[in-house]
């Protein structure tokens, strides 16, 4: 059994690396995409808030498909279907064609998220220890990869199809072979666990606060993405050269973060780890509201990917421990909030840069974050317990109310 585990780890680690290769080679190659088919400064919104839309009708499809199919089976058809619409972007010339491969991009990802994550928490109680920031860690190094393969690939000018297809025709092979390992079965430490929430269903009120930091943690995961160049340049008066700088530094802390997360975990509990990356992040907002130049602003977005690395795998290992008999429709629920935070992060700091200014608009993700602290007891490990010192609702009484979902 410990070899199987060992390999169904391995190999989901790998899937988590290869989808944060996908995500970034998509994500930073926009305008390139944008060039391709002549899409409008006015319609590019549009494009983009699809994605996160339909990614989460995925995640809530997967919630209902992993009643009949496991999750290792969605996550095995899921990741080729992201690396072909992924190419399907890059090879198309109509915006017919744009619109039908992010829309096969987005519902995939979504379904790719949850199940991916469902296998992270099983293994995770499996193990009998945190494993999970392991596998956002190669999600992590994932995105560096891609990123700097799209960096590659813009530098030399190369048509996006280019681009695109050495990395698919490499990494589909490798994920559908890797896939074979991947475990769905827990383990004797998750036994007991499961038995307790056997028949439990979900009660999306008792979610709701790992929802809500879920969220948060986007919002400043996506401020950080969008305007962390724009920043640098246009308030701290950085180079261009020098404003592609903070996004990297926060790519690489993030990777930093997680690969060492676990060990925090172990060690000091979810619970601290948790206050800590809470109270870290907002101190990187705000050194990056008061940043007199732009060195000190890149010490703020490094203390940003340090402390907002922990938050959503710790929540997602959360939603298993509160519903260890319906972890999977948890989780699931949960990834939807991945998207919501994306889609509000951005246009929220734009609309606050505009109208206030955007040091101001940095403190508001700040204060955001800051709301982790009052749900820090939510991601304690303790089965009978949940934040606030609220006890957690009995396997029988979880499906009563209106509030059952």
Known sequence: MTDVLRRGRASLAFGFLVQGVAFALLVTRIPAIQDRYGVSDALLPAFLAAVPILAGMGSVSTERLVKRVPPSRLLRWSQPVVLLALLGVGAGERMVELAVALAAFGLAVGMLDASMNMLGVSLQRSYGRSIMLSFHAAYSLGGIVGASLAWAGAHWDLALWVSYLPVVAVLLPA???????????????????????????????????????????YIGDSTVSNWSAKYLQDVLGSSEQLATVPYNVYMVTTLLGRAIGDFGVRRFGAVAVVRGGALVAAGGFAVVAGAPGAWVGMLGFTLLGLGLCVLVPQTFAAAGRLFPGASDAAVARLNVFNYVGFLIGSPLVGALGDLWSYRGAMLVPMVLVLVTLVYARSFAPQPDRYGGGHERPRTADVGRGSNGL
């Open 175 to 217: 994920v559908l072979v890797g896939s074979r390992w991947y475990v769905d079965d827990r383990g004797p430490a998750a036994a007991g666990e499961q038995k307790e929430g056997e028949g439990q269903v979900l009660v999306f009120r008792w979610l709701w606060p790992l929802c809500l930091v879920m969220t948060v943690a």
